[in-house]
Each structure stands twice: as structure tokens, then as C-alpha cells.
């Protein structure tokens, strides 16, 4: 065939045919935006966006145009922009067509057109820096002192044991978080009470800037080392999202609001399991028997480490046997300190269990009974044995006390 002729005949099929047998057919039409490396997709596109991409993907009859120059998007009041890309999809018929548009000012709704004909419309979704930082959240903060191997949540904390200070924060937005990146996220550590000031930035991982939520840690090169109050505020360059208060007290401070909140014995019977019991068991039934006491802090949020001595008490011994001596973490919730278990045989002896921190006795587990009261015939009250009150005996007196009144009454 002639090249004239041929030319001829490729014209007539583009431009003489009916439009509808051989225009292209849009069968999907999605954005993105381009930041710092990152492409999201069919995001809210931000102010702070670097690129816009629109693609679209057309099924092209045979005989549709298959030139990029025949393919241009149309925003309000703006020249039309050509495409940048047209590639071919694993169909053979498939094509997907991409356009590249600078930053939106506002939401725009744009046209795809070929040539002269519109295949299709969406609309730009334009994200103001005010509109992200008004949905932005902070929330489950939290302040973390490392205290010798472990690093606990708290509010106050003994200022010589600190060897670092942790702030962690949940960040949440209903779009990504990928704007955060020309925003200067930071953390203020602040002295209440010599006004020191410490900045530190916060960094979000690609994956984390890709999602609408993230885990954010950072640690500042000094941790708090004087007693008193530090404050810790998350902020976006001058703006704050939140602050944690947290307090440093002297050693000396910390051991004064130690208390002993409970005690229980652990016993072993037979080859059962061990099991935990409020008053003192017969030490005939039992196989072994042990101490448990339950120790806290009356400062909120507390977390420090506290050198515990427990004690066996053994009438006319010149030096108690010591059952354990150790650091424990104490919170201002229980903390469980169990030397473990001892054979009922060499419980003989024994009288109690005895604990105590820096020569200050904590309290005091009896295996000795609580006594009975004993009248005389003049109605006066026969004195007991020497026995240490506590708090299981007081619980045992008042469930004593409860049953009695109840018999009272039902006599009545």
C-alpha cells in the first residue's frame, strides 16, 4: 500500500469513525501526592505537598489514539496540563496515563480530557496546615525513668537512682501524618526549679509518616539528676500539644513513704500446689511454709529501688538468721517481696518473720496464734503472752467480733 495511502486511511479512522467505537474508555481514575520520598495515595493532599499526581486508566480500543500528546487534565481557571506518562498495562488494551501538577492552594475538581472530549472528573481534596494541626491528637503520654536495669512508667521517681528519662506519645490524625515533617515536632524538657531547658527533636519513621497514627519515643541527652519537678511538653514548632509532670524526690523522702500494705503465708501441703493463706497454718499439716509480705509507696506514680532485709525472729538468738536481702522495685501499687519457702520442720523455733529497710522495721508476719482474752472471776482481763499486732490479726479479731454480734442478734 502507498504511504500516502496509508496515512490517508489512519486519519480517516481517527477522525471520521464514530467517537463512541473508538474513543478511549476510563475505567478508573485516582491522586496522589509526592513528600520527601513518600507517594500516598488518595490522601487529602496538604499544603506542604511537593507534587500531584492524578493518574487515570482507559481502555483503548483498537484504533484510539495512543499518544500522550493527545491527553490533558483541566483544572478551573488554569491551562491545560499535558500528560506526563502513558504506559501500557498487562491487558492489551489497558493503559494507564499519569499527569504531574504542582501544589493545590484549595480543592480543585479536575477534568481528563482527550483531545477536546472529557473522559472523566474527580476532585482534589486540599488539606489546610490549619485544618491538620486542629485534627491532630496526642494521646497515651507517658514519662519513662530508667532505674537500674529497668525502665518504669511513673510520676515520681528517687533523683539519685535516675540513669535516663523516656517521653512516649501516640500521635493521631485522620490523614497521614506525612505533613508532620515541616512542622518541627519536639519535645521540651523543662527544670520547674532552676529553669533549665532541653529541646529534643522527634523523628517518624517512613512507614510511620505513610500512616495516620504512630508510636513516638525520645529520650534527651540529660536526665534529671536534682530534686523537684520537671515538665515534659510535645510541641509543634510553638504550639503545644501536651504536657506530663514529673518529680523527683530524695532517697531519704522515698524510704519514709514506704508501707507495708498486706502479708499472706505461702504453704506447701503434701505435694500440692503452693497456695497463699492469711493466717499462720499448723505447722504440722504443712510441708513447707514461707513469709510474703506486700510493700508500697504512699507517693502517687511511684518507682524506685529499695534494699529489703527479711529475717527469721528466733526467741534468745543473739543474731536473727537472715532469709534475704535484695533491691526491689517499688511502685506505689503492691510489690510482692517472697523470700521463698522453708521446711515446717525448721519453723520450730520460730516465732515470725520480720522485714525491714535501712535498720526500720516494716512489719512483722507471726506464726505464733492470736491469743485469747481471758476474764478473771472479778471480771477483770487476764494480760496475753507478748504478741506483735498485725494486720491479719486485726482482720481475725474483726471477723471474730462479726460473728459474735451476728450470734447476738440471732439469740435476740
Not at 463512541?20 to 476510563?26: A, F, H, L, T
Not at 515533617?181 to 509518616?209: K, N, W, Y
Not at 509480705?293 to 529499695?306: I, R
Not at 523470700?339 to 519453723?347: E, I, K, N, R, S
Request: with cysteine.
Amino acid at each position: 500500500m502507498w504511504p500516502s495511502i496509508k496515512r490517508w486511511r489512519d486519519w480517516a479512522m481517527n477522525e471520521l469513525w464514530p467517537l463512541y467505537r473508538i474513543s478511549p474508555q476510563p475505567q478508573a481514575l485516582h491522586y496522589s501526592y509526592e513528600k520527601a520520598g513518600l507517594t500516598l495515595h488518595d490522601q487529602p493532599i496538604p499544603w506542604n505537598a511537593e507534587a500531584v499526581l492524578v493518574e487515570a486508566l482507559l481502555r483503548l480500543p483498537r484504533g484510539a489514539s495512543r499518544r500522550k500528546a493527545d491527553y490533558f487534565l483541566r483544572l478551573p481557571g488554569q491551562k491545560l496540563i499535558a500528560a506526563e506518562q502513558l504506559r501500557r498495562q498487562e491487558a492489551d488494551e489497558r493503559y494507564g496515563i499519569v499527569f504531574r501538577l504542582p501544589p493545590l492552594t484549595a480543592t480543585s475538581a479536575a477534568e481528563i480530557l482527550y483531545r477536546k472530549h472529557v473522559l472523566g472528573q474527580l476532585t482534589l481534596p486540599f488539606l489546610s496546615r490549619e485544618e491538620f494541626l486542629q485534627n491532630l491528637r496526642l494521646q497515651l503520654s507517658s514519662l519513662f525513668v530508667r532505674i537500674g536495669a529497668e525502665n518504669v512508667a511513673c510520676e515520681t521517681f528517687v533523683a539519685s537512682q535516675c540513669r535516663g528519662l523516656l517521653a512516649s506519645a501516640v500521635l493521631l490524625s485522620p490523614t497521614s501524618l506525612a505533613p508532620l515533617l515541616d512542622l518541627d515536632l519536639q519535645v521540651e524538657f523543662r527544670c520547674e526549679r532552676g529553669g533549665a531547658v532541653h529541646r529534643t527533636p522527634a523523628r517518624l519513621s517512613s512507614s510511620q509518616l505513610s500512616g495516620r497514627q504512630a508510636l513516638v519515643a525520645v529520650m534527651p541527652q540529660r536526665h534529671p539528676r536534682r530534686i523537684g519537678a520537671w515538665t515534659a511538653t510535645w510541641l509543634l514548632g510553638d504550639r503545644p500539644l501536651g504536657t506530663q509532670r514529673i518529680q523527683a524526690i530524695s532517697q531519704h523522702h522515698f524510704l519514709r513513704s514506704l508501707r507495708l500494705s498486706d502479708t499472706r503465708f505461702v504453704v506447701q501441703d503434701g505435694a500440692g500446689p503452693m497456695r497463699l493463706a492469711r493466717q499462720a497454718p499448723p505447722l504440722e499439716g504443712a510441708v513447707r511454709v514461707g513469709p510474703c509480705f506486700l510493700v508500697s509507696s504512699s507517693e502517687p506514680g511511684m518507682a524506685g529501688l529499695c534494699p529489703l532485709r527479711m529475717v527469721a525472729q528466733v526467741p534468745g538468738a543473739i543474731q536473727p538468721p537472715l532469709l534475704q536481702e535484695q533491691e526491689v522495685l517499688i511502685t506505689d501499687g503492691p510489690a510482692m517481696v517472697a523470700p521463698g519457702t522453708l521446711d515446717a520442720a525448721d519453723l520450730a523455733q520460730v516465732s515470725g518473720f520480720e522485714l525491714s529497710v535501712k535498720g526500720r522495721v516494716l512489719g512483722v508476719l507471726s506464726l505464733c496464734p492470736a491469743p485469747t482474752a481471758a476474764f478473771t472471776s472479778e471480771g477483770g482481763f487476764k494480760p496475753p503472752h507478748e504478741f506483735t499486732w498485725t494486720a491479719a490479726a486485726e482482720e481475725e479479731m474483726t471477723e471474730r467480733l462479726n460473728r459474735l454480734l451476728e450470734g447476738k442478734s440471732k439469740g435476740e
